[in-house]
């Protein structure tokens, strides 16, 4: 359950009394979760202190929205999505907040780490050579979704699907919450949302990837 991602969701529909030892790993990444939404919340002040666009991927902001609490959709990292004319200043914010490189940036993100704190900057969504993802459309369709006690900047509910998508195929949809991801982006869906998805899904060539 905790290699998938799935352990909290598991807690919370097992029925009966769990054995101590589940109940620890569940509390520890209960405290994990709301670990890292405390540091993407500072983070995404940071940025707007420094009217730097920002847009989480996945992560706690995800978990709040399709899930409605932050623990129930474990991520162990953080991943921030930035224009690439952004990007220069975004990577140097992290370095003065105290984060070091994890190595060097490729085509579409660089690592980072802090204390225990893992943050993917992205000037891209994937590698260019991977199946095409309409970022700048992505970007003139975000919406702001409450996030702790803020606004956020967020994908819009047809992009999300595309982007789970792109992201599930790339790693073989390995991971079971990466199917339940799918299955709560698509049942928030409403009818026209689901026609412009696939309408949107034809025009980007990832209709197929889609289906």
Not at 68 to 74: A, D, E, F, M, N
Not at 96 to 107: C, K, N, V
Not at 122 to 129: Q, R
């Amino acid at each position: 359950a905790e290699s998938h991602g799935v352990l909290p969701l598991f807690h919370r529909s097992c029925p009966g009394d769990l054995p101590p030892e589940f109940l620890q790993h569940f509390r520890d990444r209960w405290a994990l979760s709301l670990f890292l939404a405390r540091e993407l919340d500072e983070l995404l002040e940071q940025f707007e202190e420094h009217q730097i666009r920002v847009l989480p991927l996945k992560g706690p902001v995800l978990a709040d929205l399709l899930y409605g609490q932050i623990g129930l959709r474990p991520s162990d990292d953080l991943d921030l999505l930035v224009r690439p004319e952004d990007y220069a200043r975004a990577e140097a914010l992290l370095f003065e907040l105290g984060f070091t490189p994890l190595g060097e940036a490729d085509d579409y993100h660089r690592d980072f780490g802090r204390n225990g704190t893992f943050v993917e900057l992205h000037f891209a969504v994937a590698s260019p050579s991977a199946l095409r993802f309409d970022v700048e459309g992505a970007w003139d369709r975000a919406r702001t979704v409450p996030f702790r006690s803020r606004e956020v900047l967020f994908f819009s509910p047809v992009d999300l699907i595309l982007y789970l998508s792109l992201h599930g195929v790339k790693h073989g949809f390995a991971k079971l919450i990466w199917v339940v991801d799918m299955v709560r982006a698509l049942e928030r869906l409403t009818e026209a949302e689901a026609c412009n998805l696939v309408d949107e899904a034809a025009a980007q060539g990832l209709k197929n990837l889609l289906l």
